[in-house]
C-alpha cells in the first residue's frame, strides 16, 4: 500500500486535472475527513502506509470531487461562524458572504437589546443559527417553505445545542405573525442565465429553486420587500443579501416600502447587501 505521502501527491495531481484549483487542500481535507483528524495530523507520519480498505473509500470520495462535487456536500458540513452546519443537496453551502452579513448585523446591534429575530428561507439554518447564538435573549423564528429543508436547519439546531430558535413552514412571510427587530434573508436572486453559466459545483449540485429567482433575479427580494414593513419592530431592520448587479433596482423598487435603503459592499468590494428601515407604508 502507498504512504500518505505519496496517495496526497497521487490525489493533487488527479484533482489538478478536473481544474480543481484547490486540489491539495481539498486531498488534504477529504483524507482527514475519513481519518477523521485535522490536516496537520495527516503530516505527523507521512511515510505510513495507507491500508487498503481506507484506500478505497478515499478513492471514492475523491471520484465525487472529480466530478466537482462541492466538498462540503462530499463531508457532509460546513463551518459558519463557529457553527457545524450539516448540508446535502437540499440546501445550499453556505458561503462567506452570508458571513459577512451576519458579522455586520451583530456589529450593528451589539449595544441593542434584541427581543425577535426573523430568518427568511432559512435552508440549512446557518443565519438563524449564528444570529441566535450570539443573541442569546433573543426569540428567533426559521422559516422555509420546504419541510424536508427545515428538518435539516432543526437538526443543526439540536447540533449546536441552539435552544431560542424555532422552525416554521411558510412561503416567506405567508404564515408569519408578531413583529421583529431584525428580519434577514438571503433569498434567490440569480437569472436563469446566470445559474447556466455558473460553475459546475453550483449548477449540477446545488438546488436550483434556492438560487434562480424570475424578474432577473428580483422576484423573490420583492416579494420580501413589499410584505416586510408590517413585520418590523420600530426602528427594526430587514437585511438582505443580493446580486451585485441589483441594488439601482432594488433602491427604486424600496422607496415605495420603505423610508432608508443602505447599501452595503463584501469584502470583494462589490455591491451585496440591503439594509432597510423605516417602513412608510404599514
Known sequence: MPPLVEVLRQSEHFLKGKGIATARLDAELLLSHLFGCKRLSLYLHPCDNMEG??????????????NREPLQ?????????????????????????TEELVGMLISRF???????????????????LALAKHFTEANVLAVDANQDVLSIAQKNAIRNGITNIRFMVSDWLENVDGTFDMIISNPPYLTDEEFENAQDEIKKFEPKFALVSKNNG????????????????????????????QHESIASFAKNYFGKFESMGDLNGKDRFVFLQNSTKI
Open 73 to 97: 456536500y462530499i463531508v457532509g458540513e460546513v463551518d459558519f461562524y463557529g457553527l457545524f452546519i450539516a448540508v446535502d443537496r437540499n440546501v445550499l453551502i453556505p458561503r462567506h458572504e
Open 110 to 128: 451589539e449595544n441593542r437589546p434584541i427581543g425577535s429575530i426573523l430568518d427568511l428561507g432559512t435552508g440549512s439554518g446557518a443565519i438563524g
Open 218 to 245: 428580483l422576484a423573490d427580494i420583492f416579494k420580501i420587500i413589499g410584505t416586510a414593513g408590517r413585520f418590523l419592530a420600530k426602528d427594526g431592520i430587514l437585511a438582505l443579501e443580493t446580486g451585485s448587479s
Open 53 to 66: 480498505h481506507l484506500l478505497s473509500q478515499f478513492q471514492h470520495l475523491l471520484s465525487r470531487r472529480g
